[in-house]
């Protein structure tokens, strides 16, 4: 299975969520852009995504991000397909 870079955050509601780390756009680093609430924009291009949900809040990507689910099990962080 291939691996996939994962971006990992707490919702402002306090849920852990992931989604892929790499934009659907052009291959930006959602980790190195800026947060806005539930928010991040790429540093590349500028598209927004949820956070949780990964659906393109503005482009220029049309494609959302991969959804990982996600839970909290004694202090650990799971995340899966």
Avoid at 24 to 45: A, M, S
Wanted: hydrophobic share 30%.
């Amino acid at each position: 299975m291939d691996s996939v870079p994962v971006l990992v955050s707490r919702s402002e509601g306090g849920e852990v969520c992931a989604i892929a780390n790499t934009c659907t756009h052009r291959g930006g680093l959602l980790n190195e852009g800026e947060r806005d609430g539930n928010v991040v924009t790429c540093p590349w291009h500028g598209s927004q995504f949820d956070l949780c949900f990964g659906e393109v809040l503005r482009g220029p990507a049309r494609v959302p991000q991969q959804r990982f689910e996600t839970r909290v099990r004694e202090g650990k962080i799971e995340v899966r397909r």
